[in-house]
């Protein structure tokens, strides 16, 4: 299944980052170029870095100077991340090129590739609440807290699985058909947002 091939992915992801655990360090992706698993490999590792980013940024003693820089930071990995979801999704959309829409075909609320960000991100909070959860250096309560979370975000992973698969089920028989609108983020373009073309 194509959802067990991301999940796998991005757990590989996830586990390489830890074993540094730096935001500064360079993403050695292991698949080859072009293929759907370097693309599903490159997604998380970008959702990864931003995760720990947002960490960061959240500290409370943080010097304004490095969170204006950080904040800038994250705005672009906002945007990396959008454009891989859409070369993600231009890989769904060669996949099934040949594929005619039945009549009366529908269109799904999202693509495939933006229900497959949601799966990344997914992995990320399953991946630090299990962390919660094993912790030595907390109560039990906190623990039993997290585990409890665990086993919700796990069944959420099954279901979200699940509704991706049968979506590209549906995708390549005909019953569901599906278009690519580029997202068009605003905050980064200096000819669309107000405060940096007033400085112009």
Known sequence: MFTALCNQIFQRSIEDYHRHDHVDTPIADPYPTGSIEHL????????????????IIRDPEIDPVEALAIKRRIDASNQERTDMV???????????KNVAPLAGATINTETPAWAVDRLSILALKIYHMQQEAQRTDVSAEHRAACQTKLDVL???????????????????????????????????????????????
């Open 86 to 96: 859409e070369y993600i999704d231009s890989y769904f959309l060669d996949r099934y």
């Open 40 to 55: 599903l490999y490159h997604k998380n590792w970008i959702d990864t870095v931003q995760w720990h980013l947002e960490d």
């Open 154 to 200: 796990l069944t959420q992973r099954t279901d979200l699985s699940q509704a991706i698969e049968e979506l590209l089920a549906d995708i390549g028989a005909g019953r569901k058909y599906m278009k690519l609108y580029k997202q068009m983020k605003m905050y980064n373009d200096p000819a669309l947002n107000p405060v940096l073309y007033a400085k112009k």
